[in-house]
């Protein structure tokens, strides 16, 4: 089911800084450029309920009561780092010190701006102390979900507004009460998650206790935070830091077998199903204070007619008849225990505040889900017993895949475009009227625009390659406890379970399996898993499709970066390639021995929550994966160089606990400065252009200094013969040669299908179109230059293209020639197109240079006039729609099998 959406506006924090933190309102195409799309949420309806004032923008609502901040600079450097930017800034300053020469103070004024923007933390002071105004409306410091953390955003809200919000969100509780903030404003944040309203009130839910257990005799690593100190290079004071020693040894690890779970009944299943859609047997809820996974089991059938009990009683002690209650949670999905008296109080506060019971995510049906899904670089470099031979055997069907669509197969062609919903597509500009351009007639395929756009998704989808983004069979599922433990347990009865030690269950999975999931720092982290199956689960927990149970008696969650169970994912893969692959011998799991330690409990206040905004804002997940990368893709050569970099990566998977958790926690370890030195993999240059791109300019410069006889500087990534290395320089050269072959292929004329034959050309009308897209291409390439990163990119050139459209239905031109003047514009090369052409040719061969097609034009008509050209080609096409279904007897893409329903040609 689809949630409404919103769009709101979104702000950097160098734009409040710039403007004195007093904006006037944008104006209407600045706006378009800063509104983002926001999916429905609790906070969106309450501010719907309490005040309706919103404006359609496009298709959608406006909420103007809400403003994203978007924290662009760290607010949690260290010293050292600011003044080392603040210097780099000053010395830019110096160097165009005649641009401030007409006005001297510009330049003490620009790097006091500055100082502000690069020590976020000033800034962030004064908004969240003072707001900021907009529009000549005041807006205040409001909150933020974790996933709005992550990306450095917070909200404001409207001063009209935001008590009566606040009060709403906080369920009136007594902020006076010591509380750890950091949990606190977590879960308020949960209201920011997209969801679907159930139903306006709670359903019968029965809170039982958790089940805590110890899995003795494991083998473990950890650290242990100490104190530290060092000098300053650029302050030439001592910092205080944290250092970080790395231990092993045998120990108890605990695991929460229930942490975040809960089930529900078939009855609730059905509510659920009606506002859904469709049945789907697991959903993550989301409530104020309340959050997990909520698993469909028929407890009502398993009470009466195995167990032979009516009742139930709960983690407070109060008995429940078993045929009333819709669903039985664990206290740890109710978040609400430290901020209320009781949970009955909770019951009215929910009712009093008009909350609602929502879903904000549900398990898909392996039905609807990819067969194959893609690999990654985290997963793969974890595996020890990967080499060379084995990687590039794993690429083999990836590099099948794109050699088939290059070799004109025109079922992997069009289901690579997207005209399946298993399809692989994932590219931002292969319009879907490309697509559906393509189904009408199969020439399509061949047309100029669309044969771009093809190669660009081709290069794109070789990059990830690149990456280790390689085709597996495999996808991605959540995961659960043991039920039979469960049920046992809520029974108080003996908790026995299903599963053993290594057993897990799916209905979809048999055999030796092997599991990931993300973020992965170390190589502990990877998990064999059997599968198993047996009456109890054929008859209970057959229904429970694309999940995975988890058993009781081993340390799966702790391993596998220590999830828990309120609707975590993992990737599941039976590719013996890689099973076979992971370290043989057992592998000693990292934990935390600080694991969810929580920052002090403080009054709410101001203060307080200043501090919490500069500990939780800037998250360095990235970082500390890239770190990690570096040593993961070095070569040791010795048993001390190979522990040394097991060490690193046993710390930095700690220090990722920290760094996922830090916004219920507030704590975060501290990374050194020297792991910023350690160099990146060459095959992350495909991450980061910045960094090929620096490459590229140091392979240049060395070159000149060999022929000059200096010595060369140092490359700015590792070129150890890693895996994941080897991969990358075999792709690059396989790309050159097979895409050699795509530039060859030739395009065919396709203008005239797209055109009307039956009006009339007036040249003076043509040259009016003609002006209109000379114009287009002139601002389509100064944004190229002008906006460096793609999200920029992206957003600024669809905001022209909703110009131009609008442009172009001004004209006062009759709307089937017009059309047809787009169409000739964008496909034809009149004389004075030809004559340029010549003369650019003629220039460059002077200067000695290769011409680079950079043309996009081709673009323009269906840009401007999407929809009135797949009309012209529907009356100039043959009735010969493709559709393509699954067929057991058709072609193989991506696991499955396909024909074509209808294909009376092809190309």
Known sequence: MKTKMYKVLKIKLSTLIS??????????????????????????????????????????????????????????????????????????????????????????????????????????????????????????????????????????????????????????????????????????????????????????????????KYIPNQQIKYTIEEDSEYLSKYTNQIVKTKKYPIYSGTDSVKISCFDGMGIHSKKMGYKFEDILGFRYPTVQIRSPYMKGLSIEFNFHKYFKEILHKDFIIDAFGKRHDIKDVDCIYTLSMWKGENYFNSWDEYKDKFKEYKHEFCVSKYSRPTQNEKLMTRANFQYLQSLTKLDKNKILDLASYSKEYIEKIINGDLLYSLLFLGLSENSESESQEIDSYYMEAVKINPHMLKDKTIQKSLYNLLKKTINGYKLGRLFVEAHYSMVYGDLKLFIEHIAELEPVGILKAGEFYSPNYDGNYTGFRSPLVHKSEVNKMNFIKNNWLNKWCEHLDNLIMLNGYDISMPRMGGMDLDGDIIWVTKNSIIYNSIEDEDIAVVVDKDDKALASKTIYSIDELIEYESRTLSQRIGEIT?????????????????????????????????????????????????????????????????????????????????????????????FTHSPMNELCWNIEKWEIEILSKFSKSSSIDTYKLLMNKNVEHIDEEYWIVKQVYKEFNSDYRAIIKE??????????????????KSRIYKLDIDK??????????????????????????????????????????????WIVVPEQIINNLKINSPDNTINIVEDKNGEEYLGRKYIFEKAEEVI
């Not at 522990?643 to 830090?662: C, M, P, T, W």
């Not at 200094?705 to 010595?711: A, H, M, V």
């Not at 793609?790 to 293209?801: Q, T, V």
Request: charged share 35%; with cysteine.
């Open 626 to 718: 890239n770190i990690s990368t570096g040593f993961s893709n070095q070569t040791p050569n010795s048993e001390k160089s190979k522990k040394y970099i097991d060490d690193q990566n046993v710390f930095l998977r700690v220090a990722q606990g920290h760094e996922i958790d830090s916004i219920k926690t507030g704590t975060k370890y501290v990374i050194a400065p020297y792991y910023k030195n350690v160099k990146l993999p060459y095959f992350l240059i495909y991450r980061y252009p910045k960094e090929k791109a620096f490459l590229k300019k140091i392979k240049k410069e060395n070159e000149e200094k060999k022929n000059n006889g200096e010595q060369a500087d140092r490359y700015n990534v590792s």
């Open 19 to 212: 403007n004195d933190y007093n904006l006037k309102e944008f104006t209407p195409s600045k706006l378009k450029m800063k509104l983002i799309m926001q999916q429905d949420n609790s906070i969106f309806r309450h501010i719907n309920k309490i005040n309706s004032d919103n404006e359609k923008v496009g298709k959608h609502d406006y909420i103007k009561d809400i403003i994203f901040i978007n924290i662009d600079r760290s607010v949690t450097m260290e010293e050292w780092q600011i003044q080392k930017k603040i210097e780099e800034q000053r010395k830019k300053y110096e160097e165009r010190l005649t641009e401030f020469e007409k006005n001297p103070n510009d330049k003490n004024k620009k790097i006091n701006e500055y100082k502000e923007y690069v020590d976020g933390k000033t800034a962030l002071t004064k908004i969240i102390k003072n707001g900021f105004i907009y529009n000549g409306i005041l807006y205040k410091r409001f909150g933020k979900s974790s996933s709005m953390a992550h990306n450095s955003v917070i909200a404001f809200v409207s001063e009209n507004i935001f008590d009566k919000l606040f009060d709403t969100t906080t369920m009136g509780i007594d902020l006076q009460k010591p509380m750890v903030l950091s949990k606190f404003e977590a879960y308020r944040g949960l209201l920011f998650s997209s969801s679907v309203v159930i139903q306006n009130e709670l359903p019968y839910i029965v809170l039982v206790k958790d089940y805590d």
């Open 816 to 861: 089937e020639r017009l059309v047809n003047y787009c169409v000739l514009v964008s496909y034809i090369k009149d004389k004075e197109d030809l004559k340029k052409d010549k003369n650019r040719i003629e220039k460059a061969q002077v200067k000695g240079k290769t011409i680079k097609a950079h043309d996009k034009s081709s673009k323009f008509a």
């Open 787 to 804: 906006y460096k990163t793609s999200h920029d990119i992206d957003k600024r050139i669809m905001s022209l293209y909703d110009d131009y």
